[in-house]
């Protein structure tokens, strides 16, 4: 089973102006993610920008991801669907193609109650064998998956093996390590909690900058690890920052801005998603210039 420890990346997918998935620029992103020694690649995540995707896409898109990456570092695959039915048939179908683990966000669009919510992932657990992770994200969702459902869950189900939590709720992540944290890996899906999370004992983190910045985010995990506290507090501040800019635009077209200027084909995001531009990019290559002349990353 997948070891779910350290940093692993929720990988944006790479368009072509016309909207067609670029797979050789993915290609050349896989080998530099892989490098960068993150621990493992979240494929179809939010950064994935997997709602714009059709069926057919996905399924490419994961079976393309799996293949490049060779079983090199664990690959999870994004299969969340709005109704229970879908995510079933596209998890069956992702299954197959050799994924380390399924990342399955709450369903979207109508808001569930608490009941419907754990018979939705109940029907979803009993109906596929690969390792599922749980994903809270109440910025795309519109509601919180409570920590009383995510326990009553891991407490019946023992193919749930982690959780990415991107409530950015300080308070819920350290009740989900108290409640689940023996049990299931804890995430962190937000890039300014991460040290908060190792701190009280989550596992890792899944989050957007590992996208253009992965060395800073594994030097956090690397330095945490190895008790340098002081050196993981000042890899958190720059990440801090770096999410602090993130805020300020679309984020998917912000994290594919930031690693086209690291001089990756990250491409462009898909409409109606627009590319930044002009002064977003000067203030974007501004931040990374200052982190290169503190020989914190490499520039092109």
Not at 156 to 176: A, R, T, V
């Amino acid at each position: 089973m997948v070891k779910l420890s350290g940093i692993f990346v929720p990988h944006v997918t790479p368009f072509k102006k016309d909207g067609s998935i670029d797979f050789e620029s993915l290609k050349t992103c896989i080998k530099y993610w892989i490098e960068s020694g993150l621990s493992g690649l979240v494929t179809l995540g939010s950064n994935g920008e997997f709602p714009y995707l059709m069926r057919e896409e996905k399924i490419e898109l994961i079976q393309f991801v799996v293949e490049q990456v060779d079983g090199k570092v664990p690959v999870i695959a994004g299969t969340g669907e709005p109704s229970t039915f879908e995510t079933i048939k596209l998890s069956k179908e992702v299954e197959d193609l050799g994924v380390d683990a399924l990342l399955i966000v709450q369903p979207y669009y109508y808001k569930p109650s608490n009941e419907e919510l754990i018979a939705h992932y109940s029907e979803i657990l009993n109906s596929i064998d690969v390792p599922v992770i749980l994903y809270n994200m109440p910025k795309f969702t519109g509601y919180n998956m409570g920590v009383e459902v995510v326990e009553k869950l891991v407490n019946e189900y023992s193919n749930i093996i982690g959780i990415k939590d991107s409530s950015g709720n300080i308070h819920q992540m350290i009740e989900l390590i108290r409640t689940v944290g023996d049990k299931i890996s804890i995430l962190a899906g937000n890039a300014d909690l991460i040290l908060t999370t190792l701190m009280f004992g989550g596992k890792g983190a899944i989050v957007a900058i590992a996208n253009f910045m992965p060395e800073i985010a594994v030097n956090l995990f690397t330095a945490f690890k190895q008790g340098n506290h002081e050196e993981a507090k000042r890899m958190q501040l720059i990440i801090n920052r770096a999410t602090s800019i993130l805020n300020k635009y679309n984020q998917i077209a912000a994290v594919k801005a930031l690693i086209n200027l690291r001089g990756l084909p990250g491409g462009v995001p898909r409409k109606p998603i627009l590319p930044l531009k002009g002064e977003e990019i000067k203030i974007l290559r501004k931040f990374l210039e200052e982190l290169y002349e503190s020989n914190l990353i490499v520039m092109p």
